[in-house]
């Protein structure tokens, strides 16, 4: 099973290599990882998605909560999240093909970053699956090369009664 | 600057980073520590010089961090040790990884080259934190004076707070010559580090119910009772709820084991009786212990019969090798105080016969009748002569295992042996550091010769600061507890398990100990009576049998009741 694990932890050097040392220590996969500031510059958010059973995933959570600058871990699992991830990819794309090709962005709600003449670079951000759905599409014009940050979520805010 | 801001500034007191060490270091009642010399520690050392505190010079870092470690085992209190930058840093490793598995709480400062040639390859520069990173507790490198003085306090705290283990400072040199503030001391906020001491309510209910209505429960107490100072807590609850108490050989000594409900140490090489008792009870109280595979045999046919009550101030400890019925984050002390209030007696007569009967069946046996000095007699001569009063550090091996047999404690702290990472070479540094501790008490390194070769160089330093240590070597002239395991599952193929060993006699002589060889069994009281007696450091080398294995065992892949070598002496 796949869960989203976000951690805050202290914004210092190091805690980065700690974090990913721990996983590797203890043989704990980890699917991806992306880590940025947060609105307090103390604090950085790490996102690292694990797949495992649940009592994996729970050791995981616990030994990361175990580092004394991990500040804070959440599992996200059974939680409506929204998790996104970002990708830019280049594919070979010739004259003829434009219109065609830029139908598809339209329909992955991509954007087109760079363009040559036979090549288009795309910004395209979503949710995994469909990421992966517009990689399987571009594979038939060739892709040139991609790159992709690891998965990003933040739950959503439980609706007030008010709200409903 | 504005007015106010001076103020502030010339309120805080400044200091060279060394001085602000020193200070640090005796503003936490340190007033022992070990470390080794070199260049970027040099301005620390010169502040030394004139400080209130006892400095050991051991022979090697790893020595010196063994003693403080055993210092910190013995008295609770934290262990310091310094090295050198580099190699002395490398040096501290093995120590550091030895701490970190059995949770002793220690402060390691590292020399680190200046800030301005960190990532250069300067002359003996080592990535010290990224080194100790996962062996360590906390660790962290100093590159800002304002940070050193709160560096070292949040290090002191970290180490001994919730599960104690090593933190390591790494101080660049010119941290040490720069002017650091020592701010007003404040109480010390980690986010993030937060530790729950008292269990949950609700769960200490759910436990005590599930004891009160046990039949044939057992109670399985870790290093974490030693540590939370849980030895009298332990005893009442056991004594109120009526359970038998089996140890980990991390927890010896945290229950009198000179008493019947003892069951003594369980697991690989524990009684038969404890065993027994784990995989037929019904519900397992584990305190403080850590469900270690040498102690679990084969995982899942362990304790078939029980539900189990986990009581750990670790919450990573908690169902990470077995699934736990009842978990209880909490310290030791303060669970068994609050559990120990709410059960119920019960007298469990059936239970603690059939208990007596395997006792009685299935003692720790060995051959008493050959003419050979058999390694198990000289522990328990030794137990007899010291009244059993005596506080014991091992190396790692057979030795170490009869160590945790033929002597019975019967206090906290009175037994100190490298558990979790087995290290070998750990049992004559931690006698130093033991004895630095205990004065008082009489000191023994029972050890292995293969693992006191390791770290014999130490003896120079019982030597030079005048410790009366006593080394009980039980020297088969093996690597005895691999030599075991080819016999056994190498088809009795001893490939390069012995070492051609020096004549320890002599060369503690050439230390300025005293040596005592011995060859003959009916010499064994006498040499042990001169080893006691000795004031100088003493090492008497006792030449037991070669090939003595250490029984019961059960082997890799099996489960606890599943013993070997219990009938040998009946089939014999
Ligand atoms: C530093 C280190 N290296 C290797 C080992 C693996 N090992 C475990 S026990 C042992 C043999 C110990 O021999 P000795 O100290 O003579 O004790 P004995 O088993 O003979 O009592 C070895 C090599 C270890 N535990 N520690």
Redesign the interface.
């Known amino acids: 099973m796949k869960h989203i694990l976000s951690a805050?932890v202290?914004n210092k050097?190091?805690v980065l290599?700690?974090v990913a040392?721990?996983f590797a220590?203890r043989a704990f996969n980890i699917d991806s990882l992306a880590v940025g500031r947060t609105d307090d510059p103390s604090l950085s958010r790490i996102t690292i998605v694990v797949i495992g059973d649940d009592?994996v995933v729970?050791?995981v959570r616990?030994?990361l909560?175990?580092i004394?600058?991990?500040?804070?871990v959440q599992d996200f699992i059974g939680q409506d999240v929204v998790a996104r991830d970002l990708m830019l990819i280049g594919v070979t794309c010739v004259p003829e093909k434009r219109p065609e090709m830029m139908a598809l962005i339209e329909m992955f709600n991509g954007k087109v970053v760079d363009i040559a003449q036979k090549y288009v670079m795309v910004e395209i951000a979503g949710p995994e699956s469909k990421i992966e759905a517009f990689i399987d599409t571009c594979r038939p014009y060739g892709i040139k090369s991609m790159v992709r940050t690891g998965t990003v979520a933040m739950a959503r805010r439980a609706r007030s009664k008010t709200e409903l | 600057m504005s007015q106010s801001l001076t103020n502030a500034q010339s309120a805080t007191v400044h200091k060279p980073g060394s001085q602000v060490m020193v200070d640090m270091l005796l503003e936490h009642n340190v007033d022992t520590m070990f470390g080794y010399l070199g260049g970027v520690v040099l301005p620390f050392f010169d502040k030394l010089y004139d400080a209130p505190i006892n400095f050991i010079i051991p022979r090697h870092e790893q020595g010196g961090c063994h003693m403080a470690d055993a210092y910190a085992r013995a008295t609770g209190k934290v262990g310091v040790v310094v090295a050198t930058s580099g190699p002395g840093a490398t040096n501290l490793t093995t120590g550091l990884a030895t701490a970190m598995m059995d949770s002793t709480p220690l402060v390691a400062i590292s020399g680190q080259v200046r800030t301005d040639l960190i990532g250069n390859d300067a002359f003996q520069e080592a990535d010290t934190t990224g080194i100790t990173r996962p062996i360590t507790k906390h660790n962290v490198i100093v590159k800002n004076p304002n940070e050193l003085a709160q560096a070292f306090r949040e290090a002191f705290y970290i180490a001994q707070t919730g599960r104690p283990g090593p933190v390591l400072i790494d101080v660049p040199v010119d941290m040490q010559i720069a002017q650091c503030p020592i701010p007003p001391k404040e109480k010390i906020e980690l986010p993030g580090f937060r530790v729950r001491h008292q269990g949950h309510a609700r769960q200490i209910g759910t436990a005590v119910k599930a004891i009160n209505e046990a039949k044939r429960p057992v109670l399985y107490v870790g290093g974490g009772v030693i540590i939370s100072g849980a030895g009298q807590a332990l005893r009442d609850f056991a004594k109120k709820a009526n359970i038998p108490v089996t140890m980990t050989l991390m927890a010896l000594g945290a229950y009198d084991q000179t008493r019947p409900e003892s069951l003594d140490m369980l697991g690989m090489h524990g009684s038969a009786y404890a065993n027994y008792a784990v995989q037929n009870c019904d519900l397992l109280i584990s305190v403080g212990a850590r469900f270690d595979d040498r102690v679990t045999g084969a995982l899942t046919n362990f304790a078939p019969h029980a539900r189990v009550v986990h009581i750990d101030l670790d919450p990573s400890s908690i169902s990470k090798n077995v699934n736990v019925d009842i978990p209880v984050v909490g310290d030791a002390r303060q669970v068994l105080e609050a559990m120990a209030n709410e059960v119920e007696y019960r007298p469990r007569k059936d239970w603690f016969e059939q208990i007596a009967s395997w006792k009685a069946r299935h003692p720790f046996q060995y051959d008493r009748q050959t003419d050979v000095i058999k390694p198990q007699s000289v522990i328990e001569e030794l137990h007899r002569q010291t009244g059993g009063e005596a506080l014991i550090c091992t190396g790692v091996g057979q030795h170490q295992m009869w160590a945790a047999q033929f002597y019975k404690y019967h206090r906290p702290r009175q037994f100190i042996t490298s558990g979790g990472l087995g290290t070998m070479g750990f049992g004559l540094p931690a006698a130093i550091g033991a004895k630095l501790a205990c004065p008082d008490q009489t000191v023994i390194d029972i050890d292995g010769d293969s693992s006191f070769n390791m770290t014999l160089t130490e003896l120079s330093t019982a030597v030079m600061y005048e410790l009366p240590i006593k080394v009980c070597l039980l020297n088969n002239g093996f690597m005895g507890m691999v030599r075991q395991w080819q016999e056994l599952f190498y088809g009795r193929r001893y490939s390069k398990s012995s070492l051609k060993n020096p004549d320890f006699a002599r060369l503690a002589e050439a230390f300025g100990a005293v040596g005592i060889s011995v060859h003959k069994k009916e010499q064994v009281p006498a040499a042990i009576e001169q080893m006691l007696s000795e004031t100088r450091p003493v090492v008497a080398d006792f030449h037991v049998d070669p090939e003595e294995n250490v029984w019961p065992m059960v082997p890799a892949g099996k489960s606890l009741h599943e013993m070997d070598g219990l009938d040998i002496f009946e089939m014999a």
Do not use: C, S, T, Y
């Open positions: 805050l202290l050097p190091g290599a700690h040392g721990m220590a009592r729970e050791q616990k030994q909560a175990k004394v600058a991990v500040v804070k």
